[in-house]
């Protein structure tokens, strides 16, 4: 585990390419962490992962447009066999009926953002309207579960700082009754009614 958490420190740039090209939410929150701990600035993770996601999205648009009758492409054929033709039509509906915005709200859905991209190119999106909403849609995406795993770095050292002062809280108090009960006792071995009979 150690190993692997070297890894993604060191290669971040790439891990987290390569991980928001196709969903990569846990990526870019781990990306969003790495900001939080110094490794990054969160403006180039935004970059990174906004770029990486309109690639990723055109890819799959193209994808599904290959699909259309009179332009099947045979290396479209041979990813779609791997991808699962049946994610063509998932969220047919949801496109035809919101057209744009369902490229800008399926980014939210975890498992759907590719599909998505694909039935919008299988159904005839246009090519500049995909790439606005696609566009607006991946740098708000970056941005908000980005922001995420910042706040979620942020409060883990909050977290661990508090576990250090609550130890050293502890062991104050502990040393605190400890005090008093042995000041308690000699008390009670000083009262005259306590006094050894002579």
Known sequence: MET????????HTLVIFLGTFIEGEVVLIAGGFLVSEGYLSFSALVLIAT????TGDNFFFWLGRSQRVGSRHPWA?????????HRLFKGEEFVRRHGGKSVFFVRFFYGLRFAG???AGYLGMGLARFFLFNLIGS????????????????????????????????ALV?????????LNSKRKKKKPGNLPKG
């Open 117 to 119: 991209a694909m039935t």
């Open 139 to 170: 740098l708000t995406w970056a941005i908000v579960l980005g922001w995420a795993g910042y706040l979620f770095g942020e409060s883990l050292e909050a977290i661990a700082k508090g576990i250090k002062l609550g130890e050293v809280g502890f």
């Open 51 to 54: 770029l990486a996601a309109i």
């Open 77 to 85: 054929d041979r990813l779609l066999n791997f991808v699962g033709e």
């Open 174 to 182: 502990l040393a605190g009754l400890l005090i008093a009960y042995f």
């Open 4 to 11: 692997l958490l070297q890894y993604f420190i060191q290669y």
